[in-house]
């Protein structure tokens, strides 16, 4: 079974940065659009960032255009997300998706998920 795996979430103060990180467990992901979504306690997920492997095409939310940053490492088979000047608000579970098909804002036209990494951000 692939798995995609999150690291690098924690505690951090408004304002403050973490990146989170994605590898797979077992294939390789190069002609997938991936993703990042969260999702705080009470609300369904959202979507936060995706790119395509190829020509490392990239969308935003509008909530984090200018200060999350989404990007792909081919040599190490792992996607990123960047996070600036993060806010209270910020405070969810952030999970990572692969999709075969199109790069999406929509959860269900992903096909795998890693099982999510919590990021809490303290005023």
């Known amino acids: 079974q692939v798995q995609l795996v999150e690291t690098g979430g924690g505690l951090v103060q408004a304002g403050g940065s973490l990146t989170l990180s994605c590898a797979p467990s077992?294939?390789?992901?190069?002609?997938?659009?991936m993703g990042w979504f969260c999702q705080a306690p009470g609300k369904e997920r959202e979507f936060v960032a995706a790119i395509r492997w190829t020509y490392s095409v990239t969308y935003y939310a509008d909530s984090v255009k200018g200060r999350f940053t989404i990007s792909r490492d081919n040599a190490k088979n792992t996607m990123y997300l960047q996070m600036n000047s993060l806010k209270p608000d910020g405070t969810a579970v952030y999970y990572c998706?692969?999709?075969?098909?199109?790069?999406?804002?929509?959860?269900?036209?992903?096909?795998?998920w890693g099982q999510g990494i919590q990021v809490t951000v303290s005023s």
């Open positions: 998706a692969a999709a075969a098909q199109l790069m999406s804002v929509m959860p269900d036209q992903y096909d795998y």
């Open positions: 077992r294939r390789t992901f190069s002609s997938y659009a």
